[in-house]
């Protein structure tokens, strides 16, 4: 209430979210490249990659995360991952299925890089879901100031 | 059994709460206990005693494992959930922008 | 066997494609979308040529062989549907190219309408239980965001209500397959027949089926479960209306309520009867209640509920005249409905009203609206020579030739009552005085008149389906329908 001019919460909010919002970052990564392997995967990760970016814009208000990742952005990311979702689906035309998993003989079982195509499609699903979640946050947002200036 | 039971009883609250009240956004709650009511359902479908979360690690033998695919099968019910329930709360706010209430028994323009 | 993915991909594609370059310009917009539905129309006629060879195409997607993996399945219903919504989508995304420029964000219109598209060929193609209720949740979701496409207050309202509604509907479907999920412990349709066909009938099975009545029934709006159809489709824009009471009612709700009935089921005379007797009871709720409507586009959703009951109630009937009859209706209805609502559309582009009684003598002023309205509304209220006559007389006699004299009787009431609603129409809008505040009205652009044209020449030629010679082709989607369990025969067969 005291500090007007500046935008977002007080100081010890903004200080434990600088430290934090990179390990949730970090955090979401983790989960969406380890999807084949442990519980979570693509939307799991996605959803805490838009966390981030979330927890960011309520504590330093809005300009500062839409500097990080503008609405244009996140729709331009979001239809990029849907692109890439099917395309990977599409390459599945060369082992002779829609979505056939062309490559899951390479790599051992239990590794990080196995499991042919399904990383791709986790981080292909992890783009569209942060993507879009974060967009859903700002239009649901922006409606809110919308209303305000009324 | 008295845990589907129970499952259907949150189910009928749901769709109380969705018929009943006047409020729009409790009605989307009450579609939210509409919706988690059957995915609960679902899952507990797939579930059996002392079972295990079916993740096949290494070294591991598949034992006692519970069925696995209800529970990705309701992971995409609760994002098409998460796309509905989204929608009809962007909905409701420009509701309230074109009418000024909440109140859906005061939202009636169509009729006939 | 490439083909049958390329149903779902091609729109989406198209869809994700528009939402990121479609912001750069207009044209872009109007080419790419009418070349992905103008494509998906080309394909769903070559895959036509199946099913008239006696042929079912089954894909196994990611080559996991079914029941395990997902399969897609092309067979005479499959492939008579698609023609279906294809041949409509096509004709609406060319008369969406002027009609949506009143509009803004064309490329956000394209976008839901791809997405629509692709739920719905998707619910066709597939041949998975839990799938096809994702699809049909990806065509409900793109539905309900067109139908608040123009965020006005009645909009928004309508748009609220239906989306209410058809979530409930939703999440008893998904009710119902969660507990023959758990009955037969497999979602594939095919192998889930064969599950059911083995066991006993319980009373689990007629639980389930009155979810799906309930659930399938809303998505179809058969009449105790109406109430959202007469605001959300007159409240879309009007090439939306088109897709809405054209197809989209009849992939979601008929074609499920088909599917699971009559393939997934064991054949059952009660629930038959339920759907015969709900069918008539649409057939008359929905005309009565259009009679007393000035409101043009209200008063063509009010008859979509009248016309769903005919398919309704012919299929209820489960002889094969009267299932070819439900599906020749099924046909001609969406060409004809969509046709009546982008007349619909085209008067309010030209005029800036819906009220009929601000209508009048628009015949001068729009010949070509008038007249092709003059042929759809001769279609839907059953004058000889048109499509709607034929699929009409087809039910009947279906009616009497199982015994069935009273219901044939309501069915002729209802039609006589459709034939006196759209002489309202014709009197009011087209014929008259023209009034003097439309003396400055045109007629629609290119685009739009030719998507009327070739939809009224449809409404004619289409009479001719059951003829001897094009009669091959409904009559193996009721092949199909009337195999029942033999569904599963037939897939197992293309997989071994």
């Not at chain 3, 009937?317 to 070819?324: A, D």
């Not at chain 3, 685009?447 to 044209?453: E, G």
Request: hydrophobic content about 55%; charged content about 10%; proline content about 3%.
């Amino acid at each position: 209430m005291e500090n007007k001019k500046e935008p977002g919460m007080t100081l010890i909010v903004k200080t434990i979210t600088r430290l934090t919002v990179g390990l949730i970052l970090l955090y979401g990564i983790y989960i969406v490249l380890h999807g084949h392997l442990t519980p979570g995967g693509g939307f799991a990760g996605g959803v805490i990659i838009a966390l981030s970016f979330v927890h960011l814009m309520l504590a330093f208000g809005r300009e500062t995360a839409l500097k990080k990742l503008s609405q244009t952005k996140a729709s331009i990311l979001e239809s990029l991952g849907a692109l890439m979702f099917l395309s990977v689906a599409l390459l599945g035309f060369l082992g002779g299925f829609f979505f056939f998993n062309f490559f899951a003989q390479k790599g051992t079982p239990f590794d990080l890089f196995s499991a042919g195509i399904i990383p791709l499609c986790n981080i292909a699903i992890c783009l569209k879901v942060g993507a879009g979640l974060f967009a859903i946050f700002v239009a649901l947002i922006l409606f809110k100031n919308l209303k305000k200036k009324e | 059994m008295s845990i589907y039971i129970l499952c259907l009883v949150l189910f009928c609250i749901g769709l109380y709460c969705v018929l009943r009240k006047r409020n729009i956004i409790k009605i989307i709650i009450g579609l939210g206990i509409v919706e988690y009511a059957v995915n609960l359902f679902f899952v507990l479908i797939g579930y059996q005693r002392y079972g295990r979360a079916p993740i096949l690690a290494k070294e591991q033998k598949i034992l006692n494992m519970v069925d696995p695919l209800p529970q990705a099968l309701v992971l995409t019910a609760i994002v098409i959930g998460l796309a509905v329930t989204v929608f009809m709360v962007a909905i409701a706010i420009r509701l309230y922008e074109k009418y000024g209430t909440f109140d859906i028994t005061k939202i009636k323009r169509l009729k006939g | 066997m490439m083909i049958l993915p390329l149903f779902v991909v091609i729109p989406l594609g198209g869809a994700f494609l528009l939402s990121l370059i479609g912001k750069l310009d207009k044209r872009i917009n109007d080419a790419l979308a009418n070349i992905a539905t103008f494509s998906l129309l080309v394909l769903s006629v070559f895959a036509i040529r199946y099913p008239l060879a006696g042929k079912v195409l089954v894909y196994k997607v990611g080559g996991w062989k079914p029941p395990i993996g997902i399969c897609m399945v092309l067979d005479g219903l499959t492939s008579f549907m698609l023609v279906t919504t294809n041949l409509v989508s096509c004709l609406v995304a060319i008369y969406s190219i002027s009609y949506m420029e009143r509009y803004t964000d064309k490329y956000r219109f394209y976008t839901l309408f791809l997405l629509m598209l692709a739920g719905m060929n998707g619910v066709i193609v597939t041949g998975d239980l839990f799938n096809l209720f994702v699809f049909l949740e990806i065509a409900s979701v793109a539905s309900y965001a067109l139908v608040a496409f123009g965020t006005e207050a009645e909009e928004l309202e309508a748009s609220f209500k239906y989306t209410i509604m058809s979530s409930v509907a939703s999440s008893f479907i998904l009710l119902g397959i969660a507990l023959l999920y758990s009955f037969s412990s497999t979602l594939n349709m095919a192998d889930m027949a064969w599950v059911l066909a083995q066991r006993n009938s319980s009373l689990l099975l007629y639980f389930v089926a009155v979810l799906f009545i309930m659930g399938f029934g809303l998505k179809a709006a058969i009449v105790p479960f109406h109430a959202w159809l007469p605001d959300a489709h007159p409240s879309a824009p009007a090439s939306i209306s088109a897709m809405l009471s054209g197809v989209v009612i009849k992939v979601l709700g008929v074609y499920t309520l088909i599917r699971i009935f009559f393939n997934l089921f064991p054949i059952n005379k009660t629930s038959l009867s339920v759907l015969m007797f709900l069918g008539t009871v649409s057939i008359l709720a929905g005309v009565i209640l259009a009679l007393s409507q000035w409101d043009f586009k209200r008063l063509l959703a009010y008859h979509s509920i009248s016309q769903i009951g005919y398919i309704i109630l012919g299929i209820g009937l489960g002889t094969p005249l009267g299932i070819t009859g439900a599906l020749f209706h099924l046909f001609n209805h969406s060409v004809f409905k969509s046709l009546l609502f982008l007349n619909s559309g085209a008067v309010v582009y030209a005029l800036g009203t819906r009220n009929l009684q601000e209508m009048g003598g628009l015949k001068e002023r729009m010949p070509l609206t008038a007249n092709t309205s003059l042929v759809a509304s001769m279609s839907i209220s059953g004058i000889p020579p048109f499509n709607g006559f034929w699929s009409k007389l087809w039910i009947i006699l279906a009616c009497m030739q199982s015994g069935r004299i009273l219901y044939a009787f309501w069915a002729v009431i209802g039609s006589i009552l459709t034939l006196a609603s759209f002489m309202k129409v014709q009197k009011y809008a087209f014929w008259g005085k023209l009034k003097k505040q439309w003396e400055s009205v045109k007629e629609v652009p290119w685009p739009m008149q030719l998507a009327m044209l070739v939809l009224a020449v449809i409404c004619i030629l289409s009479g001719f389906l059951v003829a001897p010679f094009f009669s091959a082709f409904i009559d193996s989607a009721v092949k199909v329908i009337l195999s029942g369990q033999g569904y599963a025969h037939t897939v197992f067969k293309m997989l071994r």
